[in-house]
T-cell receptor, first 108, second 112 residues
């Protein structure tokens, strides 16, 4: 089945810094989602982005489906950005496949 | 926010007892999923449903059963709980294939 790899696995940032998280997938997909799991365990939808670029405040995402990767950009990071970021890909006729996540810690 | 309610949110039980977790949705979505999350393993799919009475296994289905008798409810049952089933369980819903996936708040289960 399709493989999803996220990098880096762990990331520590000083508040105010920018970061880029990457999601690579091994086969073509219909859709891709980014989620943030906050320190309280809630899984929050960030982006639903099969291709192209979307922006939501300080966060933006770009998916290049033909090259099988997606990037999540976090600008001017804040402590509330801490948590685990998951990408999940939709192969089309099976449930979503999740990456193992990137754990982000933003230090004040 | 997607209308997903999981119950109970927290449960402590003993080995060998049956446990049922409930996922209730108000979105009339066709697809419903049960995941478990454990340290070092990310999110793993247990079972999913693609309609009333239509269910299928995920990657970690052993020891679990599910039922979906109506669109809004998806039940996860541990017939005889074991300590290895201590985990956080998440329900998720999706309207159609290719649609956006939404998660519930999670249910923390501890099996002593």
């Amino acid at each position: 089945g399709i493989q999803v790899e996220q990098s880096p696995p762990d990331l520590i940032l000083q508040e105010g810094a920018n970061s880029t998280l990457r999601c690579n997938f091994s086969d073509s997909v219909n859709n891709l989602q980014w989620f943030h799991q906050n320190p309280w365990g809630q899984l929050i939808n960030l982006f639903y982005i099969p291709s192209g670029t979307k922006q939501n405040g300080r966060l933006s995402a770009t998916t290049v489906a033909t090259e099988r990767y997606s990037l999540l950009y976090i600008s001017s990071s804040q402590t509330t950005d801490s948590g685990v970021y998951f990408c999940a890909v939709d192969p089309g006729n099976t449930p979503l496949v999740f990456g193992k996540g990137t754990r982000l810690s933003v230090i004040a | 926010d997607a209308g997903i309610t999981q119950s109970p949110r927290h449960k402590v039980t003993e080995t060998g007892t049956p446990v049922t977790l409930r996922c209730h949705q108000t979105e009339n979505h066709r697809y419903m999923y049960w995941y478990r999350q454990d340290p070092g393993h990310g999110l793993r799919l247990i079972h999913y449903s693609y309609g009333v009475k239509d269910t299928d296994k995920g990657e970690v289905s052993d020891g679990y059963s599910v039922s979906r008798s109506k669109t809004e409810d998806f039940l996860l049952t541990l017939e005889s709980a074991t300590s290895s089933q201590t985990s956080v369980y998440f329900c998720a819903i999706r309207g159609d294939l290719g649609g956006e996936l939404f998660f519930g708040e999670g249910s923390r289960l501890t099996v002593l």
